[in-house]
């Protein structure tokens, strides 16, 4: 049975090509949507139009890139007339320590996770302002909360996320726009192939997360659409935990690994 009903809505779902992106398009999918899943992996969004069906359009987009963003939301608009839901989920990091990582890599990593949000939701609130509604997810993390070791510019670059959703929400409430942020904490995506599969750096992390799993990509998914439905109606500038008690606990000491 489906939770929810939405037939009819247009979605845009960045980073849809892999893990959380993927999971939150297969869960619109599933329950009536039809979803733009913009990646810049634009081979495996060809493949995933086969096994996610006609409701899925893949449109190749970097989210760094605003002109990219402004060709997407336009093109949703073009074939489907409006946005309903927008989750921003693309991201990516290039770790190191605050003395060590290159300007490069803290310039590529809030490039993407910081500006990459702040781009798509320059674009698509334009778009849910002129029909006054609309409902966007951004894809912060536990980071937003809790420093990682090496990686400064991710989690500081998180944490501006929530914030960004906050003003999202202050500023978009009078147009009837919710912007709501999920921070998940360890998920199983090829993100963390490196933390799940090495066995010491794995068994460091379960010594933190009372749950003693990851999540799977369906288990972040799942919240984030609730997010979007109208049984989240009057939820609204707020960030949900979404990481089997981890925070509670806190990061483990990645200076070792
Ligand atoms: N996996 C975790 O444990 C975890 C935890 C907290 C937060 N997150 C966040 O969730 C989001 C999704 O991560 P994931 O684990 O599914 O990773 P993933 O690597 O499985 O998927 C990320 C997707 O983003 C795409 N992408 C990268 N750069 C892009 C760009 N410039 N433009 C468009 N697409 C781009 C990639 O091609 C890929 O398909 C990220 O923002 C990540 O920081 C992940």
């Known amino acids: 049975m489906n ?65 990219d963003q402004e060709a997407l939301v336009k093109q949703a608009v073009e074939q489907f007339g409006q946005i309903d839901f927008a989750f921003n989920v693309a991201g990516a990091n290039k770790s190191g320590t605050i003395t060590d990582i290159s300007e490069e890599d803290w310039r590529f990593t809030t490039d993407l996770i910081l500006h990459g949000v702040f781009l798509g939701m320059k674009h698509q609130a334009a778009q849910m302002k002129k029909q006054n509604q609309g409902a966007i997810v951004n894809i912060s993390s536990l980071n937003a909360h809790v420093p990682m070791y090496g990686g400064a510019a991710y989690a500081s670059a998180k944490s501006a996320v929530e914030m960004l959703t906050k003003n999202g929400a202050l500023e978009l409430a009078r147009y009837n726009i919710r912007v709501n942020a999920i921070l998940p904490g360890l998920v199983e995506t090829p993100l963390t192939t490196n933390f799940t599969e090495d066995k010491s750096l794995n068994e460091a992390f379960m010594e933190r997360i009372p749950m003693q799993r990851a999540a799977t990509p369906t288990e972040i998914a799942k919240p984030s659409i609730f997010l979007v439905s109208e049984d989240a109606s009057y939820i609204n500038g707020t960030s949900l935990v979404v990481d089997g008690a981890w925070e509670v606990s806190g990061y483990p000491d990645l200076s070792k690994f």
């Open 3 to 67: 939770a929810y009903t939405f037939d009819g809505k247009i979605a845009i779902v960045t980073g849809a090509a892999s893990g959380i992106g993927y999971a939150i398009s297969e869960q619109l999918l599933k329950n009536g949507a039809t979803v733009l899943g913009a990646d810049v992996n634009e081979e495996k969004l060809t493949q995933l139009k086969e096994e996610l069906g006609d409701s899925f359009i893949g449109v190749k987009t970097d989210v760094t890139k605003s002109a």
